[in-house]
């Protein structure tokens, strides 16, 4: 109860005058119910006594209007528990979805996509039923529980402790088979987790699996996983099997107890038969709470298990987050950019190592190097994506840890070597993070980008929906899409990482004649393995294994017959054998 607490309690928190109405509604309901096995119990008495037309009319006017009360008291319990239950689930799944926004790559190494969705969804609602449902069932059945016990002891304790000797086998099984009904429902959400994990990777790989010949062998692998969740859950039914009979048996034994017991004190003249109709009222009353122990006991126990897989997620901390008291971004940045001593390490892999380099505002950079050299990180670095293990990333003379990350990214436009677009049109693509983007302004950017010809293809122009992951659209238009993205945003800084890799040399140097005047309006970081997309950089700065090996001008570099002077002959050298 008090991880419970620990975790809901704040969200509880927010509905407490709510809350209070609907126990409030609850307490009262169950003290009508309560009442009722009383008034059977004076009308049996009296029309014992003294049978009449009147005493009849009267003892049914009384049954009615209580349990009149009881039902509107039971709605408003319903109305109002179980819909602060959904207003809990809602805000829920607004903090989480809020806490996976700003958690860093190292999260989502740890965390596969299924496991995140199974629990955005699925113990999202075991946690809803708990809080709702078996929050207001457990305080029903047990105000009910202690009112029928207080009459009952009170109009007789020995005919109560005959009738209740069975209750104590009812929480040794409510004890055992809590807790094996808790651990085997948390294995069967982890199965559920590993289940949508696959589902997610397959379909999101299935090109691949199409390639390969291995839609066989997927079937195969997701049949056994599909398997040994059935066979979860059906060690799950059995355990429930044996748990509410067994209830039900104790419950019979509970009126054996009162035949037995009653009967023999009724026909000795020590009970009276309203007192024992009473009491067959309050046993009956007693079974439903008997019975839902069991529900709500194992509804709790999923929520258990369910909430502390969803505040794992809540307690992740992001490793990026903005410092207490963030330094004012300038509005809008120079551009001025400095590495000084950078080291990136990725457990005893060094990205980068000791790197200093200084980019003046409104200059061009271009990054070249081999496969692995530590250029992405870099460039990472700058919109804080990452933050550097040793030394300092400086923007505008101010150490990039002391921004707010999203500040400092509203002013900083990047392209990354894996496109993503969303599921809808162009236009709303391209304009991503761009509040109330002007039409015009989008199609010029997508000219820009070299996306021009394109558009008068495409069926709906830039209404064209691209489908998820833009499907539709081929790796270069993608690409185009994503710079035309960055464009729009009008940033301070232009980073592009391997931004032309999908376009052909002729489409390349269209956008580059058409990106010419944007990247001399601002810092500009070209990533490239295309030494034609680079050489009319301002400066080259070739990265060999997390170092700065040399950097320069394309003129000079080919002088000082270097790593990318080697780099360049190569790539003349392959475009020559390609064109015979």
Same mark, same amino acid.
């Not at 207080?150 to 209740?164: E, F, H, Q, S």
């Not at 897989?309 to 008291?325: F, G, M, N």
């Not at 707010?404 to 304009?431: H, K, M």
């Not at 993205?485 to 990482?497: Q, S, T, W």
């Given at each position: 109860?008090?991880?419970?607490?620990?975790?809901?309690?704040?969200?509880?928190?927010?509905?407490?005058?709510?809350?209070?109405?609907?126990?409030?509604?609850?307490?009262?309901?169950?003290?009508?119910? *309560?009442?009722?096995?009383?008034?059977?119990?004076?009308? %049996? &008495?009296?029309?014992?006594?003294?049978?009449?037309?009147?005493? %009849?009319?009267?003892?049914?006017? /009384?049954?009615?209007?209580?349990?009149?009360?009881?039902?509107?008291?039971?709605?408003?319990?319903?109305?109002?528990?179980?819909?602060?239950?959904?207003?809990?689930?809602?805000?829920?799944? !607004?903090?989480?979805?809020?806490?996976?926004?700003?958690?860093?790559?190292?999260?989502?190494?740890?965390? @596969? =996509?299924?496991?995140?969705?199974?629990?955005?969804? !699925?113990?999202? #609602?075991? %946690?809803?039923?708990?809080?709702?449902?078996? *929050?207001?069932?457990?305080?029903?059945?047990?105000?009910?529980?202690?009112? #029928?016990?207080?009459?009952?002891?009170?109009?007789?304790?020995?005919?109560?402790?005959?009738?209740?000797?069975?209750?104590?086998?009812? $929480?040794? /099984?409510?004890?055992?088979?809590?807790?094996?009904?808790?651990?085997?429902?948390?294995?069967?959400?982890?199965?559920?987790?590993?289940? $949508?994990?696959?589902?997610?990777?397959?379909?999101?790989?299935?090109?691949?699996?199409?390639?390969?010949?291995?839609?066989?062998?997927?079937?195969?692998?997701?049949?056994?996983?599909?398997?040994?969740?059935?066979?979860?859950?059906? @060690?799950?039914?059995?355990?429930?099997?044996?748990?509410?009979?067994?209830?039900?048996?104790?419950?019979?034994?509970?009126?054996?107890?009162?035949?037995?017991?009653?009967?023999?004190?009724?026909?000795?003249?020590?009970?009276?038969?309203?007192?024992?109709?009473?009491? #067959?009222?309050?046993?009956?009353?007693?079974?439903?709470?008997?019975?839902?122990?069991?529900?709500?006991?194992?509804?709790?126990?999923?929520?258990?298990?369910?909430?502390?897989?969803?505040?794992?997620?809540?307690?992740?901390?992001?490793?990026?987050? /903005?410092?207490?008291?963030?330094?004012?971004?300038?509005?809008?940045?120079?551009?001025?950019?400095?590495?000084?001593?950078?080291? +990136?390490?990725?457990? &005893?892999?060094?990205?980068?190592?000791?790197?200093?380099?200084?980019?003046?505002?409104?200059?061009?950079?271009?990054? +070249?190097?081999?496969?692995?050299?530590?250029?992405?990180?870099?460039?990472?670095?700058?919109?804080?994506?990452?933050?550097?293990?040793?030394? =300092?990333?400086?923007?505008?003379?101010?150490?990039?840890? @002391?921004?707010?990350?999203?500040?400092?990214?509203?002013?900083?436009?990047?392209?990354?070597?894996?496109?993503?677009?969303?599921?809808?049109?162009?236009?709303? !693509?391209?304009?991503?993070?761009?509040?109330?983007?002007?039409?015009?302004?989008?199609?010029?950017?997508?000219?820009?980008?070299?996306?021009?010809?394109?558009?008068?293809?495409?069926?709906?122009?830039?209404?064209?929906?691209?489908?998820?992951?833009?499907? =539709?659209?081929?790796?270069?238009?993608?690409?185009?899409?994503?710079?035309?993205?960055?464009?729009?945003?009008?940033?301070?800084?232009?980073?592009?990482? &391997?931004?032309?890799? !999908?376009? &052909?040399?002729?489409?390349?140097?269209?956008?580059?004649?058409?990106?010419?005047? %944007?990247?001399?309006?601002?810092?500009?970081?070209?990533? $490239?393995?295309?030494?034609?997309? +680079?050489?009319?950089?301002?400066?080259?700065?070739?990265?060999?294994?997390?170092?700065?090996?040399?950097?320069?001008?394309?003129?000079?570099?080919?002088? $000082?017959?270097?790593?990318?002077?080697?780099?360049?002959?190569?790539?003349?050298?392959?475009?020559?054998?390609?064109?015979?």
């Amino acid at each position: 109860m008090r991880e419970i607490l620990r975790a809901a309690g704040p969200y509880l928190a927010r509905y407490r005058k709510g809350l209070a109405a609907g126990f409030g509604a609850l307490l009262l309901k169950d003290l009508c119910g *309560a009442a009722i096995p009383l008034a059977i119990r004076l009308g %049996v &008495d009296g029309l014992t006594r003294h049978f009449s037309l009147r005493g %009849v009319i009267g003892f049914a006017a /009384a049954m009615l209007g209580l349990s009149a009360c009881k039902g509107l008291f039971q709605y408003w319990m319903r109305l109002i528990i179980v819909g602060i239950s959904r207003d809990i689930e809602f805000d829920l799944r !607004n903090d989480l979805y809020r806490r996976l926004l700003r958690l860093d790559a190292s999260f989502y190494s740890r965390f @596969r =996509t299924g496991d995140v969705m199974a629990r955005a969804t !699925n113990d999202l #609602s075991a %946690v809803r039923m708990m809080l709702g449902p078996g *929050a207001m069932y457990w305080c029903e059945t047990s105000i009910t529980f202690l009112l #029928s016990l207080g009459v009952m002891l009170a109009v007789d304790w020995r005919l109560t402790l005959i009738a209740l000797a069975p209750a104590p086998l009812v $929480s040794l /099984a409510v004890a055992y088979f809590g807790r094996r009904i808790h651990d085997r429902f948390e294995r069967i959400q982890q199965m559920f987790s590993d289940i $949508s994990s696959r589902i997610q990777e397959s379909l999101a790989a299935v090109r691949v699996i199409r390639a390969y010949a291995q839609e066989d062998a997927e079937l195969r692998s997701f049949e056994a996983l599909n398997r040994d969740y059935i066979a979860s859950n059906l @060690r799950l039914i059995r355990i429930s099997g044996v748990f509410m009979p067994l209830l039900q048996g104790l419950i019979g034994l509970t009126f054996l107890a009162l035949l037995w017991g009653g009967g023999y004190r009724l026909m000795q003249g020590k009970l009276t038969l309203g007192t024992f109709v009473m009491f #067959s009222a309050y046993l009956t009353m007693l079974i439903w709470p008997m019975i839902a122990m069991g529900w709500v006991v194992n509804l709790v126990q999923r929520g258990r298990a369910s909430l502390r897989r969803i505040t794992e997620l809540l307690d992740e901390v992001p490793q990026i987050a /903005a410092p207490s008291h963030p330094a004012p971004v300038p509005r809008p940045l120079t551009g001025e950019i400095e590495f000084r001593n950078v080291t +990136v390490a990725f457990g &005893d892999f060094k990205a980068l190592d000791g790197v200093t380099l200084r980019i003046h505002a409104g200059e061009t950079v271009a990054i +070249v190097g081999r496969t692995g050299c530590g250029k992405t990180t870099l460039v990472r670095l700058i919109p804080r994506l990452l933050d550097p293990t040793g030394g =300092t990333v400086m923007v505008d003379g101010v150490d990039a840890r @002391r921004y707010d990350p999203a500040e400092l990214r509203r002013q900083i436009g990047v392209v990354p070597q894996e496109t993503f677009l969303f599921s809808a049109t162009l236009a709303e !693509n391209i304009a991503l993070g761009v509040e109330e983007a002007e039409p015009g302004d989008i199609r010029r950017a997508a000219e820009i980008a070299g996306l021009g010809p394109d558009l008068e293809t495409f069926p709906e122009g830039l209404a064209t929906m691209v489908g998820e992951r833009g499907i =539709t659209l081929s790796g270069g238009q993608k690409q185009r899409v994503a710079i035309a993205r960055a464009i729009l945003r009008d940033p301070a800084i232009l980073i592009l990482d &391997d931004a032309l890799s !999908n376009v &052909d040399t002729v489409t390349e140097a269209s956008i580059l004649r058409g990106l010419t005047a %944007v990247m001399r309006q601002r810092t500009t970081i070209l990533i $490239s393995h295309r030494v034609s997309t +680079v050489q009319n950089a301002d400066r080259i700065v070739v990265l060999e294994r997390g170092k700065i090996i040399e950097q320069g001008t394309h003129a000079t570099l080919l002088e $000082s017959g270097g790593v990318y002077a080697d780099l360049y002959w190569k790539q003349r050298l392959e475009e020559e054998l390609e064109a015979i």
